[in-house]
T-cell receptor
Framework: AQSVAQPEDQVNVAEGNPLTVKCTYS??????LFWYVQYPNRGLQFLLK??????LVKGSYGFEAEFNKSQTSFHLKKPSALVSDSALYFC????????FGTGTRLLVSP | DTGVSQDPRHKITKRGQNVTFRCDPI?????LYWYRQTLGQGPEFLTY????????KSRLLSDRFSAERPKGSFSTLEIQRTEQGDSAMYLC????????????FGSGTQLSVL
């Protein structure tokens, strides 16, 4: 079965510190990889994607993600977290249809 | 760009009743997706359309579920004889054609089956 794993239910980080939200995937082929963010009472919003090429992709709001083919991982990163980054983050992989992880809640404290 | 809109935002129904949800995608997007999300889980793929053609359905979609996109614009998702296990957030998304295109999600329809 195809799956996406986000091993941490919650990540806590202090404002100004770097953050990492982990994601590994088990999807056949070379799937497209995505990160989406969900704020309370709002729909999922696209952050960034990896199709091919450079393993480090940059996205919205200063976020970036690092693709590692050998580890089938696509970790989300940000050099300096903001309180406003606190939200629910979803990793997804696939082609026409996406398989989503269960989400990681990011809590950035002042 | 008015975004993806879904109606209604909330639906409460009794077990055994039929419900229908509507999704209006971004106008220039010819792909439309339905996902279902339950508490503590990520969205699960249900089905998707390219224009009016339904190209794929998940095995999660039982015979009680049917989706249409008659003119390649808005879409409806109908659930017949609802069950308590159908309680979830039903999400619609749209995208441009092509591989790796990002999805634009609506705010969802929250279904509660009593």
């Amino acid at each position: 079965a195809q799956s996406v794993a986000q091993p941490e239910d919650q990540v806590n980080v202090a404002e100004g510190n770097p953050l990492t939200v982990k994601c590994t995937y088990s999807v056949s082929g070379n799937p497209y990889l995505f990160w989406y963010v969900q704020y309370p009472n709002r729909g999922l919003q696209f952050l960034l994607k990896y199709i091919t090429g450079d393993n480090l992709v940059k996205g919205s709001y200063g976020f970036e993600a690092e693709f590692n083919k050998s580890q089938t991982s696509f970790h989300l990163k940000k050099p300096s977290a903001l309180v406003s980054d606190s939200a629910l983050y979803f990793c997804a992989a696939g082609f026409q249809k996406l398989v989503f992880g269960t989400g990681t809640r990011l809590l950035v404290s002042p | 760009d008015t975004g993806v809109s879904q109606d209604p935002r909330h639906k409460i129904t009794k077990r055994g009743q039929n419900v229908t949800f509507r999704c209006d995608p971004i106008s220039e997007h010819n792909r439309l997706y339905w996902y279902r999300q339950t508490l503590g889980q990520g969205p699960e793929f249900l089905t998707y359309f390219q224009n009016e053609a339904q190209l794929e359905k998940s095995r999660l979609l039982s015979d009680r579920f049917s989706a249409e996109r008659p003119k390649g614009s808005f879409s409806t998702l109908e659930i017949q004889r609802t069950e308590q296990g159908d309680s979830a957030m039903y999400l619609c998304a749209s995208s441009k054609p092509g591989g790796g295109e990002k999805l634009f999600f609506g705010s969802g329809t929250q279904l509660s089956v009593l």
